[in-house]
């Protein structure tokens, strides 16, 4: 098996840091982008994203020889596509795209032969597989000499080159053999257990699991709003039902964000929206949580300008997606700010992961607790944390959307 070349399509956060474990497991890898900067950045050993231990392994594989990156696709024995899938914006149920998918199927038509593997990884609505497997078709390509399959990616931003090895893969072929095929290879380089399924089951299985996130992170916002009303921590309130041997509860937020939790439960709900109801409610819970977060702290704003006569000042403390990280990408934390300040807020941030932003005034913690008159917990970083622990926290105008003490 490790003889075969492998040509990788997208070289973002999944699809490099595939192309360089497959090269550190011996494989020579053709990694192919669409931009031209990242391309010429990974061909002098360097990396574009963030991701630990990321830029050894790719210094080291374009050192050896085994990774070489295009902005054209090259020929190969199997085909990774890594590609982005976003949705539609302004529909009531927004769509998903896969235009990246088909086109990128396309531009690897004419170069693939009998005997290869075709892998999509893009987390992708049901049936897009068997769209791929079309668009080859269209192009010449006879699909029964080759294997087309579906294995989606599930690992963790910040633990992607542990994850890519440790964890379970699903492989769902568009035929038993596919499925056979494509499984053998993984194998080669993946050390927890690659289940074997169909290409639909297993297009499903990634936004089923994105979606049980959703559901379950829902039911917890709404907690949050009932408790709100009669004046109950909610955090206490989950610890005590937690303690139940069958309940567990997550934790309520300012919202749900990233580009897979917030995004990929749209695609089972845009493929069935008749019989996806309890989906679509769990993403519109958690937008309106958002919402709800951005009227508390108007009011707390307004309950400050009504004693003083001036304009409060409002610090969001956190504005990427989750903690400990510097994604701003879909965050609720962001939007929040983002909308106070288009409302004329007077408005300031203290994200400690980020350096600066174009959007937002930053500010360090210190200042903004001597400085602000509304100080709104939207992330549960660590910094924000340890503050509270050492009673940084214990003054007026503080409202803890995440639950630093819990
Ligand atoms: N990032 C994650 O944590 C994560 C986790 C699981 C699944 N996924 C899924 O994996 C897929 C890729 O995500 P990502 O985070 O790597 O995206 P990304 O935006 O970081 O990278 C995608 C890359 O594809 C390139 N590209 C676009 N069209 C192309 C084409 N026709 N040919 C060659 N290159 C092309 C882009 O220039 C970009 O560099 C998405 O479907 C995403 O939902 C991502």
């Known amino acids: 098996m490790k003889n075969k070349t492998i040509c990788v399509v997208g070289l973002g956060y999944i699809g490099l840091p595939t192309a360089a474990l497959l090269a550190s497991n011996g494989y020579q890898v053709a990694g192919v982008d669409v931009s031209a900067p990242a391309v010429e950045t990974i061909n002098r050993g360097l990396i574009h994203i963030v991701e630990p231990d990321l830029d050894e392994y790719v210094r080291s594989a374009v050192a050896a020889g085994r990774l070489k990156a295009y902005t054209s696709p090259q020929a190969g024995d199997v085909y990774i596509i890594c590609v982005p899938t976003p949705f539609h914006e302004g529909n009531t149920i927004p769509e998903p795209n896969i235009d990246f998918v088909l086109v990128a199927t396309k531009s690897i038509a004419n170069q693939v032969k009998a005997g290869d593997m075709v892998i999509l990884e893009s987390t992708s609505p049901v049936g897009t597989t068997q769209r791929m497997a079309e668009v080859l078709n269209e192009a010449g390509v006879d699909l029964s000499s080759i294997y087309i399959a579906y294995c989606p990616e599930r690992v963790l931003p910040g633990k992607i080159m542990t994850e890519l090895v440790e964890n379970d893969r699903v492989v769902g072929?568009?035929?038993?053999?596919?499925?056979?095929?494509?499984?053998?290879?993984?194998?080669?380089?993946?050390?927890?257990?690659?289940?074997?399924?169909?290409?639909?089951?297993?297009?499903?299985?990634?936004?089923?699991?994105?979606?049980?996130?959703?559901?379950?992170?829902?039911?917890?916002?709404?907690?949050?709003?009932?408790?709100?009303?009669?004046?109950?921590?909610?955090?206490?309130?989950?610890?005590?039902?937690?303690?139940?041997?069958?309940?567990?509860?997550?934790?309520?937020?300012?919202?749900?964000?990233?580009?897979?939790?917030?995004?990929?439960?749209?695609?089972?709900?845009?493929?069935?929206?008749?019989?996806?109801?309890?989906?679509?409610?769990?993403?519109?819970?958690?937008?309106?949580?958002?919402?709800?977060?951005?009227?508390?702290?108007?009011?707390?704003?307004?309950?400050?300008?009504?004693?003083?006569?001036?304009?409060?000042k409002i610090a969001c403390l956190g504005l990427a997606f989750k903690p400990d990280i510097d994604d701003l990408r879909e965050s609720p934390a962001a939007h929040i700010a983002e909308a106070l300040l288009s409302q004329g807020y007077d408005l300031v941030a203290v994200e400690p992961n980020i350096q600066n932003d174009n959007r937002f005034t930053l500010i360090d913690l210190d200042e903004a607790l001597k400085s602000a008159d509304v100080l709104a917990v939207l992330v549960k970083h660590r910094e924000f944390m340890d503050a509270a622990k050492s009673g940084q926290f214990i003054r007026a105008g503080i409202i803890d959307f995440c639950g630093l003490s819990a």
């Open 173 to 312: 072929g568009l035929t038993p053999e596919a499925t056979q095929q494509v499984s053998s290879f993984y194998r080669t380089f993946v050390k927890g257990t690659v289940l074997e399924t169909n290409a639909k089951t297993a297009e499903m299985c990634k936004l089923t699991e994105n979606s049980f996130r959703d559901v379950n992170i829902a039911f917890a916002n709404e907690l949050s709003l009932v408790c709100a009303k009669d004046d109950i921590n909610v955090w206490d309130l989950i610890s005590l039902a937690n303690r139940h041997p069958r309940v567990n509860i997550l934790q309520p937020g300012a919202g749900v964000g990233g580009h897979c939790i917030a995004v990929d439960p749209w695609f089972i709900v845009a493929r069935d929206p008749e019989n996806a109801q309890l989906i679509r409610t769990a993403r519109e819970v958690n937008n309106r949580k958002t919402e709800w977060v951005i009227n508390q702290i108007k009011t707390a704003a307004a309950d400050i300008s009504a004693k003083t006569g001036l304009q409060a």
